[in-house]
């Protein structure tokens, strides 16, 4: 059982270890962290899926360990664009996407987080992994190969893009009290949603979509501004890509 703590130390460790796999410079070959990392079928990616979603208990630690799974994906990903065009990224890309992020239940977690002063409570493992690491792996695979996704970024923007500014707009006010959990869902939020805005480096096409107006967008920069201005998290910034400060 993963309740045992013998099986989830030993998993925890194990995803600890995959990261540091990943941003090792000198002594793994490239082709052999890719062959460790990657999963070997769609099938077996599926049945992991749909356990996700069909899981009654949302703090399951199979979905805790299994987002850590995708993370090192997502991180592998952006260290190794050319493994965003591999047969097996895109299916668990177009997945998620489908499955994940254009559902109801995405958009109820993007409601959640408007309310200010949210208890810990409320992030559990299932919520986590629709918010971060969908949001995680959207983010590296649009940077990396945005011509097979299966969606248009008009599309994503229209659905989720105005809960996800009022996200911003409301968190963003009180940057001082953000808890790990809020500052992980808004770091990969920011992230994903930078992805599709910047579609193929088109500036400024799909900036229009996201904000109609000039007010909106510039409440937007502020609330920008003030995240990024917060001190104490210069401390933690790191040379890689790897927490959710960077």
């Given at each position: ?109 993007l409601i959640q987080l408007q309310q ?16 971060k690491t969908c949001s995680l792996c ?109």
């Amino acid at each position: 059982s993963l309740n045992d703590s013998i099986y989830s130390d030993l998993l925890q460790s194990l995803a600890i270890c995959n990261k540091q796999i990943i941003f090792n410079q000198d002594d793994i070959k490239d082709d052999i962290k890719i062959s460790l990392l990657l999963p070997q079928s769609a099938h077996q990616v599926n049945k992991i899926f749909e356990q996700i979603k069909q899981d009654k208990n949302d703090n399951d630690l199979f979905i805790t360990f299994t987002s850590l799974w995708f993370d090192n994906i997502a991180f592998l990903i952006h260290e190794y664009p050319s493994i965003g065009h591999s047969p097996i990224i895109i299916h668990i890309v177009h997945y998620l996407a489908t499955h994940f992020l254009l559902t109801e239940q995405f958009k109820l977690y993007l409601i959640q987080l408007q309310q200010p002063q949210l208890s810990s409570s409320i992030f559990t493992a299932k919520q986590l992994f629709y918010i971060k690491t969908c949001s995680l792996c959207l983010d590296a695979f649009f940077y990396a190969n945005p011509q097979t996704f299966s969606y248009t970024p008009e599309q994503i923007i229209e659905y989720i893009g105005n809960e996800y500014l009022k996200v911003i707009q409301i968190q963003s006010s009180t940057v001082s009290l953000l808890g790990k959990e809020l500052l992980t869902c808004m770091t990969h939020l920011i992230g994903f949603m930078r992805a599709f805005v910047w579609w193929e480096g088109e500036i400024g096409s799909k900036l229009k979509i996201l904000f109609p107006t000039e007010k909106i967008l510039c409440e937007y920069i502020e609330a920008l501004v003030r995240i990024v201005d917060y001190k104490p998290f210069y401390k933690s910034i790191m040379s890689e890509w790897s927490n959710d400060e960077t």
